[in-house]
C-alpha cells in the first residue's frame, strides 16, 4: 500500500517552462486535493477534486490547472511557471467525509519546484 | 485574508515540559478542527482532530482544548520529548466540504534534551 505518491521529488524549471506535477493514491479516496507550502503561511489549498471529473478552486488556483480522469490520479500543470510558483506541493487524499468520524487526509511526501 | 491563525511562531520546551500552541478562527461554519504534525522533508500527518461538540479530546501526550465561544483551540503536548520536535499546523473545515482544509501558519517546536 503505497498511500500518496507523488513525483517528481525535486524540479528546477526556468520562467515560462511548463510541468505537470504528478499524483497517484491507491486507498480509492474520492477526494484529492494539491496545497502549496510557502515560509509563514501554512499550506495552502490550490484545487481540489470531489471524484473523478470533477474539479474546483480552492485559495490560490491562479496559473495551475488540474483534472481528474481517475479515481487514483489527480496531476497539477504548470501552464507558464514564474518564480512565484517557487515552494513545496502536496497532494493529499481522503474519503469522503463520515459527520460522525470526521475525516482524515492523508498528504504525499511532497514536491519541491524551484522556478528561476 | 488569514482565516485560521497560529502562535507562536516557534517554541522551545525543555524536555519533560509543556507545549502549548494556540489557534483562533473566524467562520462559524467550520466544524472539524485537525492538528498535523510535520517532520522535515515530509508531508503533514494527522496528529489528533476535535469536533465543537466536545471541548477537550485526548490521545496519549496530545490534548486538543476547544472553546467554541472564543473560537479558539489550543494543542498541548504533554511530557514534551526531543522526538516531538516538529512542525505543528492546526487547520479548520467546514462540515460542508472535506479535503478542504484551512491550515493556520505552523508553528515550529524544538524540544531540547
Known amino acids: 500500500n503505497a498511500g500518496v505518491t507523488q513525483t517528481p521529488k525535486f524540479q528546477v524549471l526556468k520562467t515560462g517552462q511548463s510541468m505537470t506535477l504528478q499524483c497517484a493514491q491507491d486507498m480509492n479516496h474520492e477526494y484529492m486535493s494539491w496545497y502549496r507550502q510557502d515560509p509563514g503561511m501554512g499550506l495552502r489549498l490550490i484545487h481540489y477534486s470531489v471524484g473523478a471529473g470533477i474539479t474546483d478552486q480552492g485559495e490560490v488556483p491562479n496559473g495551475y490547472n488540474v483534472s481528474r480522469s481517475t479515481t487514483e490520479d489527480f496531476p497539477l500543470r504548470l501552464l507558464s511557471a514564474a518564480p512565484s510558483q517557487t515552494s513545496v506541493y502536496f497532494c493529499?487524499?481522503?474519503?469522503?467525509?463520515?459527520?460522525?468520524?470526521?475525516?482524515?487526509?492523508?498528504f504525499g511526501e511532497g514536491s519541491w519546484l524551484t522556478v528561476v | 485574508q488569514q482565516q485560521v491563525k497560529q502562535s507562536p511562531q516557534s517554541l522551545i520546551v525543555q524536555k519533560g515540559g509543556i507545549s502549548i500552541i494556540n489557534c483562533a478562527y473566524e467562520?462559524?461554519?467550520?466544524?472539524?478542527f485537525p492538528w498535523y504534525q510535520q517532520f522535515p522533508g515530509k508531508g503533514p500527518a494527522l496528529l489528533i482532530a476535535i469536533r465543537p461538540d466536545v471541548s477537550e479530546k485526548k490521545e496519549g501526550r496530545f490534548t486538543i482544548s476547544f472553546n467554541k465561544s472564543a473560537k479558539q483551540f489550543s494543542l498541548h503536548i504533554m511530557d514534551s520529548q526531543p522526538g516531538d520536535s516538529a512542525t505543528y499546523f492546526c487547520?479548520?473545515?467546514?462540515?460542508?466540504?472535506?479535503?478542504?482544509?484551512?491550515f493556520g501558519q505552523g508553528t515550529t517546536l524544538q524540544v531540547k534534551p
Open positions: 487547520a479548520a473545515a467546514e462540515r460542508s466540504n472535506t479535503g478542504k482544509l484551512i
Open positions: 467562520n462559524t461554519a467550520f466544524d472539524y
Open positions: 493529499a487524499s481522503s474519503y469522503r467525509r463520515d459527520r460522525h468520524s470526521g475525516n482524515t487526509i492523508y
